[in-house]
């Protein structure tokens, strides 16, 4: 946890160093005040020393001898000590050349002792000072030999200076000194947090931007405009700052491109590390296997086949695949190791979604199972007639006749059935050509309709016709557009009962469509199997479609679809399979037809 | 920041502890180096007469002023003998004494009229005794007296006047009023120096002045602050003392004509200054006492020794050429039982030796 933060580091900083400056200030002040004051009064001592020095010399110069001289400062020392205390503001003695006291301050209950003094200066005749404190007060104490011209020690003068004065001097400078000091503090904080300021802030949007760069915003920039040391650093951040924008700005681009180039692919894809954790999926992996955002390999546990792959590809087993059905669709799911620089191994997993092409190929199955059970009927209707025309003299000419109707009955159903495996053929292969043409399609319904009464009458089955009147015409292909509606009467024929309706209504339904209505009253489709009337081969009743005497193969809606669908162009018609309200699980046909040409 | 707070712990300690005498320890004995050479012996010293000295004679006579009651004396007094003999006596008030070669000038009161001053000649026979002028009341009214009946003197605070003992006087005007300490006057330089302050003015400046041919006064301003001259008559040499600041100067003028002022000493408190061309002497003021010392300086040493103990001195320093000093001196005197204080002022004559001791022989 951080205690302090720079400014205040910076501060602190100040206040102390300046704190160590005002101390080192003080005790060098305190230490010249006080040599200065002691080396002052020192000297103005040594001169009251001289004074009464020559005051002596004066007086005894009337003698030619030392002794006479020594003898007269001895006798008159009193007259010399009243001289030298009116020389001088401190305290005087007086003593003899071997050091005894001769005069001294009379108010004074004891004389001060100098006798250390005294010993250091008659053993080496210079004036000696001794630092002294004497009820707290400190003195300078000076003993100054007196001299006769020629070096001769008359006697010694002691002389005590108390320093109140330099004290007090280093009092007030320590008031003083402290003053400034406090002065000082306030005025180093203050200036001190002002400049940190211009030290923090720069720092400070530092952090502040490098946070949001943190939280994916780039294109921060740091306003500082000062050419000093955290200029040039601001400058190079912002330089890689936008560097790193580019950067993140080519990656987004690149991944967007990547997730772009994963969505549009048709093939799920799992881009796993060693580790199972999951490094890239696309979203049809959601479609698939119904698993949002998954995080690990594991996440897949419902599939084991995804992890049972996975595991094999970690044992070191390359190109491994398996063919499931995950949710209705047949998945392919294939893997390998994704090839890289690195020493690290990832895998890359494809679902390939082949459910249409395993449809496919049931349906070619189905197919080639209905063809086949439908080539066999007949012709194994058709074979067994000629066999027993063959093998026997059939003299019955009514059998004979049946015999023949039926096989050329079978014959030309073989023939239909070969047309209508053609059709199919052709609209799935998309190789026969669509002539657009305008078309009134009122008269192509009534030649239609026109045209299946002739098969309607067999069973007795009225298709009546109806369409609006001044409808406008339409774009499409005149035959492919009958098959369509041929093939719709047809069936409704087929499933009709005897004796009963069909109505075909032909309507404007509003300015782009026109509405065809084609009607039947017989048995109807089961809801469950709606879908799959325009499935191939699909015959509602297998036996009654084909015991009828037309005998589809199951193709009928379907070829109108793929027509519809695949031929006609989109929109032209939709085939839809609507639901009769009244009759709530009976469908019936109907058809929407667009208006191209206005 | 750890060192920074021990640094500051330890001195603060260091401090507070009062290690302020960190470079003088208490209660050690320090011996104190002093090369103190006394150059001068005191021969004698005669303290007894009284009177103010005033100037020397060419003969190394003193000429000295007394006062006693009412009574004012003109004396000479004889360094060789220390005796003094009366020369002049007056009721008035005497101001200056200066000696020319034949006799001397003094100012004193004018009688009858105390606004204005006299100054008299006095030959040194006696034989003559006359008023040559009567100049404005001055204060101290200075005189200078040369050659051998001579003097120079301020009238009128603006006046500079050359008279001679029969009364003939030259006049000249400064361009201003100057309140007259001091003069002096070359002769053989023909030039002149005066110390003294304008009005309005604190201190006093020194002031060089010559006569024009037209007989017009050139006046230069030498230097401020100045407080005492002396001419070196034989020699042409002025000093002069000159104070800057806290400190006083002793210049030197060898050339009066490119006047170049050379320094030669600098001491505080520095009063008086008096010099013999050869030896230069100065005073200097103590601070307790209001008494001074007596300086030699020494010009090859360039070092100044102390020549007498404090006096009260009230006079010029007068130098004999018999290595003698002659002042006058204030000293209170105890006069009665009733400690009243009276004033009296005496000759000191020091007769000086050259010492010649070895400085580094032993204490005897």
Redesign the interface.
């Given at each position: 946890m951080r205690l302090l933060n720079l400014r205040s580091?910076l501060i602190?900083?100040n206040i102390?160093?300046y704190?160590?400056f005002m101390?080192?200030l003080?005790?060098i002040i305190?230490?010249a005040?006080?040599?200065y004051s002691?080396n002052s009064m020192?000297e103005e001592l040594?001169?009251y020393g001289?004074?009464?020095?020559?005051?002596i010399?004066?007086?005894t110069?009337?003698f030619e001898t030392?002794e006479e001289k020594i003898n007269y400062y001895e006798n008159n020392s009193s007259e010399f000590y009243d001289e030298s205390v009116?020389?001088?503001?401190g305290e005087v003695e007086l003593f003899d050349n071997e050091g005894l006291l001769l005069s001294y301050n009379s108010n004074r209950n004891e004389p001060a002792y100098m006798n250390?003094?005294l010993e250091?200066s008659i053993l080496?005749?210079?004036?000696?000072?001794?630092?002294?404190?004497n009820n707290g007060i400190?003195e300078i104490w000076?003993i100054d030999?007196l001299?006769?011209?020629?070096?001769?020690?008359i006697g010694y003068i002691g002389m005590i200076q108390n320093l109140s004065q330099a004290d007090n001097l280093?009092s007030i400078i320590f008031e003083v000194i402290g003053t400034l000091s406090v002065i000082g503090i306030i005025i180093i904080t203050l200036f001190s947090y002002a400049m940190g300021q211009g030290f923090t802030k720069p720092i400070k949007q530092l952090t502040e931007i490098s946070s949001h760069i943190n939280e994916g915003e780039y294109d921060r920039v740091i306003q500082y405009k000062r050419n000093d040391e955290i200029g040039e650093l601001t400058s190079i951040y912002n330089k890689m700052t936008q560097n790193i924008n580019k950067v993140i700005i080519q990656l987004r681009s690149e991944r967007k491109r990547l997730a772009n180039i994963l969505a549009s692919l048709e093939d799920g894809v799992i881009a796993v590390s060693e580790d199972g954790e999951i490094l890239l999926t696309n979203k049809l992996i959601k479609t698939y296997f119904d698993i949002v955002d998954p995080k690990t390999i594991y996440d897949f546990n419902y599939h084991k086949s995804i992890i049972e792959l996975f595991n094999n590809l970690k044992k070191g087993k390359r190109n491994q695949f398996e063919e499931v059905e995950v949710n209705g669709r047949d998945l392919l799911i294939t893997g390998s190791p994704i090839k890289s620089d690195v020493a690290e191994e990832n895998y890359l997993i494809i679902i390939r979604n082949v459910t249409s092409s395993k449809n496919l190929e049931r349906e070619q199955r189905k197919f080639i199972s209905s063809v086949s059970h439908e080539l066999r009927t007949p012709l194994t209707t058709i074979i067994g007639y000629t066999d027993m025309l063959s093998r026997r003299k059939v003299d019955n000419p009514e059998l004979l006749e049946k015999s023949l109707n039926t096989i050329n009955r079978e014959g030309h159903r073989l023939v239909r059935l070969v047309d209508d495996l053609v059709t199919a053929n052709t609209v799935e292969t998309m190789v026969f050509t669509v002539t657009k043409t305008k078309i009134d399609l009122a008269e192509l319904l009534n030649n239609v309709v026109e045209q299946m009464k002739i098969k309607s009458w067999s069973k007795e089955i009225e298709i009546a016709y109806k369409a609006q009147e001044n409808l406008p015409e339409i774009a499409g292909d005149y035959d492919r557009l009958s098959q369509v509606f041929i093939n719709i009467i047809h069936n409704a024929i087929k499933f009709s009962n005897v004796g009963g309706k069909i109505d075909v209504v032909l309507t404007r339904e509003d300015e782009r469509y026109l509405n065809i209505s084609i009607r039947d009253y017989g048995i109807g489709i089961d809801p469950a199997k709606k879908d799959m009337i325009f499935s191939a081969f699909y015959r509602v009743d297998e036996d009654r479609a084909r015991n009828e005497g037309e005998g589809g193969a199951g193709l009928g809606l379907y070829l109108v679809k793929q027509v519809v669908d695949n031929v006609m162009e989109e929109s032209v018609l939709n085939l839809k399979l609507m639901k009769e309200p009244i009759l709530q699980f009976f469908y019936r046909l109907k058809m929407k037809a667009l208006l191209k040409w206005r | 920041m750890k060192k920074l707070f021990i640094a500051l712990l330890l001195l603060s300690t260091l401090i507070l502890t009062g290690c302020s005498n960190f470079l003088l320890a208490d209660n050690t004995v320090l011996t104190i180096d002093t090369n103190k050479k006394q150059e001068f012996i005191i021969k004698s010293m005669n303290t007894e007469q009284p009177g103010i000295v005033r100037a020397k004679t060419n003969d190394n006579q003193v000429i000295s002023t007394n006062s006693i009651n009412d009574d004012y004396s003109i004396d000479l007094y004889d360094p060789n003998t220390s005796t003094l003999v009366n020369y002049i006596t007056t009721d008035y008030r005497i101001f200056d004494v200066k000696a020319a070669s034949d006799g001397l000038f003094y100012s004193r009161v004018m009688v009858n009229d105390p606004d204005n001053i006299q100054i008299n000649w006095f030959s040194f026979d006696k034989a003559t005794e006359r008023t040559i002028t009567t100049i404005a009341d001055t204060p101290d009214s200075v005189l200078y007296a040369y050659d051998t009946d001579k003097v120079v003197y301020l009238d009128n605070g603006n006046e500079i006047v050359f008279s001679n003992s029969l009364g003939q006087n030259n006049v000249y005007t400064l361009d201003f009023p100057i309140n007259l300490k001091e003069i002096i006057w070359c002769d053989k330089a023909e030039t002149g120096f005066l110390i003294g302050n304008q009005d309005g003015m604190d201190s006093s400046d020194l002031y060089q002045f010559r006569i024009n041919d037209d007989n017009t006064l050139n006046v230069n301003k030498i230097s401020s602050n100045t407080l005492d001259m002396d001419l070196n008559k034989d020699e042409n040499k002025l000093v002069y003392l000159s104070q800057n600041g806290n400190k006083t100067f002793i210049y030197e003028i060898s050339d009066f004509k490119s006047v170049s002022p050379t320094p030669l000493f600098s001491d505080m408190n520095l009063e008086r200054v008096s010099y013999n061309g050869e030896n230069l002497f100065f005073s200097r003021s103590e601070n307790r006492r209001t008494q001074s010392t007596i300086w030699f300086f020494d010009r090859q040493a360039q070092s100044a020794n102390q020549v007498t103990s404090p006096f009260g001195i009230n006079s010029p320093i007068i130098v004999t050429n018999n290595n003698e000093i002659v002042f006058s001196f204030d000293e209170r005197t105890y006069q009665d039982v009733t400690a009243s204080y009276q004033m009296y002022s005496f000759i000191a004559n020091f007769r000086f030796d050259q010492n010649n001791q070895n400085e580094n022989s032993p204490l005897q």
């Open positions: 580091k602190i900083y102390l160093f704190l160590l101390l080192v003080l005790f305190l230490q005040v006080w040599f002691v020192k040594l001169q001289t004074n009464l020095n020559l005051y010399q004066e007086v110069s009337q030392n009116s020389q001088s503001t250390d003094e250091e080496t005749g210079k004036p000696v000072l001794t630092i002294r404190t400190r000076l030999p001299v006769t011209p020629n070096n001769t020690v280093q | -």
